[in-house]
């Protein structure tokens, strides 16, 4: 993969300003809509190649994994390791974690139609989370997979959901950049066991030229026996695999 839009690396040198001034840059360019060329249910059949992405941390580094699949083949799998230069601060994960999934991303052969990352998209307080700044760096289709909410309010109680449930997430003042009550992604309830209801959902939004409905039936078509898609799965145990070796 090549990266499209090199002035939106991220540089963890800048200062806190010039990191959310690149991050509004970053969401004017995104396309919270569909341009793709290929449906959800491509996904499940094979037709289209899903890339997850996941990280593991080995004190002051950073191990970037990504894992390509065909259907429940796996086509390739790449990495990288960078130093972190920054601690972690809410709402600037890119500026941490973004080189070593640039790295990765670039010495892949493949050429995927869809990249799954864990992280948000669009729910995010400037719409520029780290799916939605590497799907734009790249000019890939991008979702985000979340497991907490940073930002925005779900339509209604996300307790208990039933799997398969969906509800939306709209909005509201901590997204000042961003319409109130605009959905911007949904809690997804990938799981949930048949005698009890303590799994919580996932909080998944569009990175990238696909809307929010898109992008959850996208994570949905990924499936997996597990809570998350079975893409980010797999790349989060290769992340795993890869810091014994490091």
């Known amino acids: 993969m090549n990266v499209v839009e090199e002035r939106y690396l991220p540089d963890p040198s800048l200062s806190r300003e010039a990191m959310e001034t690149l991050q509004r840059d970053i969401a004017e360019a995104a396309v919270f809509e569909d341009d793709i060329d290929f449906d959800p249910d491509d996904i499940a059949s094979g037709e289209a190649l899903v890339a997850g992405v996941d990280q593991a941390f080995l004190d002051d580094r950073a191990v970037s994994a990504v894992v390509v699949l065909r259907g429940d083949e796996v086509v390739e799998r790449a990495s990288a390791v960078t130093p972190l230069s920054i601690p972690y601060i809410p709402g600037l994960l890119a500026f941490r974690e973004g080189d070593p999934i640039v790295a990765a991303l670039e010495t892949l052969d493949a050429d995927p139609d869809l ?132």
Do not use: W
């Open 115 to 246: 990249l799954v990352l864990d992280g948000s998209g669009r729910i995010h307080f400037r719409e520029a989370g780290i799916a939605t700044h590497v799907g734009v760096l790249f000019d890939t289709p991008a979702v985000g997979v979340a497991k907490n909410l940073l930002c925005g309010e779900p339509r209604q109680a996300v307790d208990s959901l039933p799997e398969g449930a969906r509800v939306a997430i709209e909005a509201d003042d901590s997204m000042p950049d961003t319409p109130a009550g605009e959905t911007v992604g949904y809690a997804y309830q990938s799981r949930q066991y048949p005698d009890s209801t303590n799994i919580n959902p996932l909080y998944v939004s569009s990175g990238h030229r696909l809307s929010a409905k898109t992008a959850v039936d996208c994570v949905a078509a990924c499936g997996g026996a597990y809570k998350l898609p079975k893409p980010t799965r797999l790349a989060d145990a290769y992340a795993d695999e890869l810091k014994e070796t490091v």
